[in-house]
């Protein structure tokens, strides 16, 4: 009997000192973590249509949410092919951003879209590239250069290619052809 009511004591005493614990934190009140579940160095991502490359992405870093979104800290460049694989335009950033669900990107920083074949190059400093609806947009300052003029303006919109575009609010330098 003696050898039982040690044993208890040991117990009891055993489960008062573990269950004191004030290191015992309330999940339901801790902070939820809210980085990047995913992050990729050196990253691609090819875009295709028909087994044609349409479009490629390239960042020295790429990281993903737990909401599929992206986030591109240390810039991208993407690169858009027309027929038959042929480079046509490209965009460079210093910081980029994908909305998965609306399947826009955005990009920031010293943002210069080159369209190659027409020898045009458009400068911002942000910009909005909606990959569904195949356009790009801004309402920041833009700088237009061709190989006859430089335009400038407040607002652009333009296929993704930078092969047709309007500009809100022109200022600059522009002439007209007969």
């Keep these: 009997m003696r050898k039982f009511w040690l044993f208890g004591l040991i117990i009891s005493s055993a489960s008062m000192v573990l269950g004191c614990n004030d290191n015992l934190k309330d999940p339901a009140k801790e902070e939820a973590y809210t980085g990047p579940i995913i992050e990729n160095k050196d990253a691609l991502t090819l875009f295709s249509d028909s087994a044609r490359l349409q479009i490629k992405l390239t960042a020295p870093v790429q990281q993903e949410f737990e909401n599929g979104d992206g986030v591109f800290p240390d810039g991208l460049y993407l690169e858009f092919y027309g027929e038959p694989g042929q480079l046509t335009t490209t965009i460079k950033a210093n910081y980029g951003k994908q909305d998965r669900n609306k399947d826009v990107?955005?990009?920031?920083?010293?943002?210069?879209?080159?369209?190659?074949?027409?020898?045009?190059?458009?400068?911002?400093?942000?910009?909005?590239?909606?990959?569904?609806?195949?356009?790009?947009?801004?309402?920041?300052?833009?700088?237009?250069v061709t190989p006859e003029e430089v335009i400038t303006g407040e607002g652009l919109r333009a296929k993704q290619d930078f092969s047709e575009y309007s500009?809100?609010?022109?200022?600059?330098?522009?002439?007209?052809?007969?």
């Design 105 to 144: 990107y955005m990009v920031r920083g010293n943002v210069i879209v080159s369209n190659i074949q027409k020898k045009e190059t458009l400068k911002t400093e942000e910009l909005f590239w909606d990959k569904s609806k195949a356009q790009i947009y801004t309402d920041k300052f833009v700088t237009v």
């Design 167 to 178: 500009l809100k609010r022109v200022t600059g330098n522009f002439s007209i052809k007969e």
